[in-house]
C-alpha cells in the first residue's frame, strides 16, 4: 500500500473501532433498563421503543469517515513534508556540491593571485633592469651628442669663415645623422652638407667617419679641388665600411663648396646633393652627380666639379640642405616635396639675410604639425 494512504487507513479503522463502542454501550444501559434481553429480537424491539439508537447505530460511519479525513490531512502534511524533506536535500546537495565548486574555483584563484603576483613582480624587476639599461643608454647617446656637436663646427668659427650665414639644424633623434662641416686651408673656405645613411646612432656613427674622412683628405692629404676631394672621401668612405668584401648601401649623401676669395669663385661639387643660389630675383640649381659616397658605386668613378664666378658688390646668397626637410609629411599625410620646398626657398631668398632662417623654420614647423618628424633636418646658407 502507498505510504500517502497509510494514515488514512489507520485513522479510518480507528474512527470505525471507535465509533462501533457507541452503540454497543447505549445497548448495555438500554436494555437492562427497559428489561429487554440480548437477542435479536429484543434489539429490534429496543430500536422501535428509543429510535434514537438509529441514530446512536451511525456512529461508527461518521467517526470512521471523520477520522478517515483527519487521516488523509495527515497523509498530505507527511506528503509535503516528505517533498520539502526531499527539496531540503536536494538543495543541500547542490549547496555541498556549489560549495565544492566554490572551494574549487577558490582555490583556483588563489593558485592564479599567486602567478600574476609571481609575474608581477618579475615585471617590476625586469622593468627596474629595463629602465636602468634605458637610462645606460640615454646617458651614453647623450655622450654622442656631446662628442657630435664637439665635430661640428664651432659658431665662433663659422662667424669668422662666413660673414653672413645661418644654420638650421634639428635632428630627428638625439644625435643626427646629417652634419655640415668647414674648413679654411690656403686662402680658401670649405663648406659641406651631407646625409648619412640612417638617422640616429647609425647616422651619428656615419656622420663622425665622414668628418674624420673630409678633415684627412684636405688638411693631411692636401686635396683642395671639390671633386678631387669626394673621389678621396669615396674611397676613405668605402674602405672604411668594407664596401670590397660586403655589399652594402651605406654611405652619404654630400653637397661641397669652395669659396676661392682671391679669384673670386665659388666651386662646388655634389653627391647627389644640390647647390641653390638666389642671384637676379631668381632661384637656381646646380645639381650634383647622382651617385653618392660608399655603396656599390666603383672607386675609379670621378665626380664633377661645378664653377660658379662671385660678382663684385652685392653677395649672392647660397644654400645647402639635405632631403629631411622636403620629405616632412604633414598631419594630412601629404609630402612637402621638392617643388614646395623650392617655393618656401625663393620666398625666403627674397627676406633680408637675417630673416631667412626663422621663416624657412616657421614653415617647417606649420607644415609638420603634430605629425613626427621624420628625418633628420639640416639646411646652410651662407652669402659670397
Known amino acids: 500500500m502507498s ?202 656613427f656615419l656622420s663622425l667617419l665622414g668628418i674624420q674622412a673630409l678633415n684627412r683628405t684636405v688638411e693631411a692629404e692636401g686635396y683642395l679641388a671639390v671633386d678631387q676631394i669626394l673621389d678621396r672621401l669615396h674611397h676613405h668612405v668605402s674602405t672604411a665600411l668594407q664596401h670590397d668584401r660586403q655589399a652594402s648601401h651605406e654611405g652619404l649623401e654630400i653637397g661641397l663648396c669652395c669659396l676661392d676669395h682671391q679669384a673670386r669663385l665659388l666651386l662646388f661639387a655634389g653627391a647627389k646633393h644640390s647647390l641653390f643660389f638666389f642671384s637676379q630675383g631668381q632661384l637656381h640649381e646646380i645639381k650634383g652627380d647622382r651617385r653618392s659616397i660608399g655603396g656599390r658605386a666603383e672607386h675609379q668613378a670621378h665626380f664633377t666639379q661645378f664653377s660658379l664666378p662671385l660678382p663684385q658688390g652685392q653677395p649672392t646668397a647660397f644654400y645647402l640642405v639635405t632631403d629631411g626637410y622636403r620629405d616632412q609629411f604633414s598631419p594630412q599625410g601629404k609630402k612637402m616635396g621638392y617643388r614646395q620646398f623650392r617655393v618656401w626657398l625663393a620666398q625666403a631668398a627674397q627676406l633680408p639675410f637675417a630673416d631667412q632662417a626663422e621663416f624657412l623654420r616657421a614653415r617647417f614647423t606649420q607644415w609638420q604639425g603634430h605629425q613626427r618628424q621624420l628625418d633628420d633636418v639640416l639646411l646652410l646658407g651662407f652669402t659670397a
Open 3 to 204: 505510504f500517502h494512504y497509510r494514515q488514512t487507513l489507520h485513522y479510518s479503522v480507528f474512527g470505525c473501532a471507535f465509533g462501533a463502542g457507541f452503540p454497543f454501550l447505549a445497548f448495555a444501559i438500554d436494555l437492562p433498563w427497559r428489561k429487554l434481553p440480548w437477542t435479536w429480537a429484543g434489539l429490534v424491539a429496543l430500536h422501535q421503543v428509543n429510535p434514537l439508537h438509529y441514530i446512536i447505530d451511525t456512529a461508527p460511519l461518521f467517526l470512521g469517515l471523520a477520522f478517515a479525513i483527519a487521516g488523509r490531512k495527515q497523509d498530505q502534511i507527511l506528503q509535503v513534508n516528505q517533498g520539502l524533506e526531499a527539496q531540503v536535500a536536494a538543495r543541500t546537495a547542490d549547496l555541498g556540491q556549489s560549495n565544492t565548486e566554490l572551494v574549487a574555483a577558490n582555490e583556483e584563484i588563489r593558485q592564479n593571485l599567486e602567478e600574476i603576483t609571481a609575474i608581477h613582480e618579475q615585471l617590476e624587476n625586469q622593468n627596474l633592469q629595463i629602465t636602468g639599461l634605458l637610462a645606460a643608454v640615454q646617458s651614453s647617446i647623450g655622450y654622442a651628442k656631446r662628442i657630435q656637436q664637439a665635430l661640428l663646427p664651432d659658431p665662433d668659427y663659422l662667424q669668422a669663415v662666413l660673414s653672413q650665414h645661418f644654420v638650421f639644424y634639428q635632428p630627428k633623434d638625439v644625435v643626427s645623422g646629417d652634419f655640415y662641416w668647414a674648413n679654411q686651408q690656403n686662402g680658401k673656405t670649405f663648406l659641406a652638407v651631407a646625409d648619412c645613411t640612417g638617422h640616429g646612432v647609425p647616422g651619428a
